[in-house]
């Protein structure tokens, strides 16, 4: 009755392609790891690993302080 | 001790664009009259900004590589923020073990 699983699929971490170090003025990169409302994805959309994962949310955070990113708004941006 | 540091900042966008560099290099003194030096100056130029700082929607955004010590990045940081054209400023340490230099 097990016999297909339909989740638990595997995704690529799509950094392990072209970047070791996550840079936070790289904004091009970085929009991909956020929504249209600009939050942060979560780790399971995004198939990172917990250390990619938390590279990515510090050079997110760093970015809007510099106004490269919005901040999460409730309104359409 | 020098260490390495990642300076940005935003400029109002008011400013003349030519002028950028020779306002920035008043500021730079600060760090060679120290004994550190400055490796690489980069001038992105207007960029909209996400959000408004100071009823401002645009800013001239520039991003400093340097060699100092934590006093003189710390004394150029602060004779930045009094500038009114300086919007914002942003000072990182990164160690050199960097090879993503690109934007």
Redesign the interface.
């Known amino acids: 009755m097990r016999e297909k699983k339909p989740f638990k699929r595997k995704r690529n971490p799509l950094l392990a392609a072209k ?3 996550v ?5 091009e990169l970085l929009r991909k790891f956020i929504s249209d409302r600009g939050k942060i994805r979560a780790r399971r959309v995004t198939g990172l690993t917990p250390q990619q994962q938390k590279q990515v949310a510090v050079a997110i955070k ?1 970015a ?8 999460p708004t409730s309104h359409r941006v | 001790m020098s260490r390495h540091y990642e300076v940005m900042i935003i400029l109002d966008p008011t400013l003349d664009e030519r002028t950028v560099t020779p306002t920035l290099e008043t500021y730079l003194n600060v760090i060679r009259n120290s004994g550190g030096s400055v490796e690489n100056v980069e001038i992105w130029g207007r960029r909209r900004l996400s959000y408004e700082i100071l009823k401002h929607t645009e800013g001239i955004y520039a991003v400093l590589d340097l060699n100092a010590t934590p006093e003189a990045v710390k004394e150029m940081d602060r004779q930045l923020s009094l500038q009114e054209i300086v919007l914002r400023t942003k000072v990182l340490r990164r160690e050199p073990a960097r090879a993503t230099a690109k934007v």
């Open positions: 970047v070791s170090e840079d936070w003025k790289d904004v760093n809007r302080e510099m106004a490269l990113l919005p901040y």
